[in-house]
């Protein structure tokens, strides 16, 4: 099946939207976990929930998470996202648009721990035992994902003088980080 889609490296997600879903899967199967997206104009979107699949471009096969959204709310069948842009590089050409996929991505995404020990200078900790005791918190980590909250926060001024500052566009994330 072929799906029509735009390519949009500042979405940090790939949207799809309820009815191409439908032809690909299950609508019962998708995951309950909603995302409330945000676009240009603070447009906000909630997505309806997600699905991994896999698919071919360029008789490559790729894997990405498929966030729906209803019908009436994307204007192409799908929207491909930065995600995309771990797996392949995009070139513009005069015949079109043609995805490189990345070769040994793996191991471009493999990180030697044994580089970052040389690198590591303890030298002005003058104590001994807590040099060691650094030493091997610093080699024992692992870091671990964390859970996110709904948490708001409000600022309250001192004055009612607004404080303005022109908008840019972010992506999703950088967006949920400034939050």
């Not at 995600?83 to 191991?107: C, M, R, W």
């Not at 970052?116 to 692992?142: G, M, T």
Request: proline letters at 2%.
């Amino acid at each position: 099946m072929k799906i029509t889609a735009l390519i949009d490296s500042g979405s940090t997600v790939s949207l799809l939207r309820e009815n191409t879903s439908r032809r690909i899967m299950d609508p019962t199967k998708l995951s309950k976990n909603k995302m409330l997206l945000t676009g240009i104009g603070e447009a906000q979107v909630t997505t309806i929930g997600s699905f991994e699949h896999k698919f071919k471009i360029d008789d490559e096969n790729y894997s990405l998470t498929w966030h729906v959204v209803s019908t009436d709310k994307l204007k192409f069948e799908a929207v491909i996202g930065s995600d995309l842009l771990e797996q392949a590089s995009i070139s513009f050409t005069k015949e079109g648009v043609k995805f490189n996929k990345y070769e040994n991505h793996a191991q471009l995404m493999q990180i030697s721990a044994e580089n970052l020990q040389e690198e590591l200078n303890l030298r002005h900790v003058e104590n001994r035992q807590i040099k060691k005791e650094l030493e091997k918190l610093i080699q024992d980590y692992k870091p671990e994902k964390t859970a996110s909250t709904d948490v708001t926060m409000r600022i309250i001024l001192k004055d009612e003088e607004p404080v303005c500052q022109h908008p840019r566009r972010l992506t999703f994330t950088e967006r949920q980080e400034v939050n």
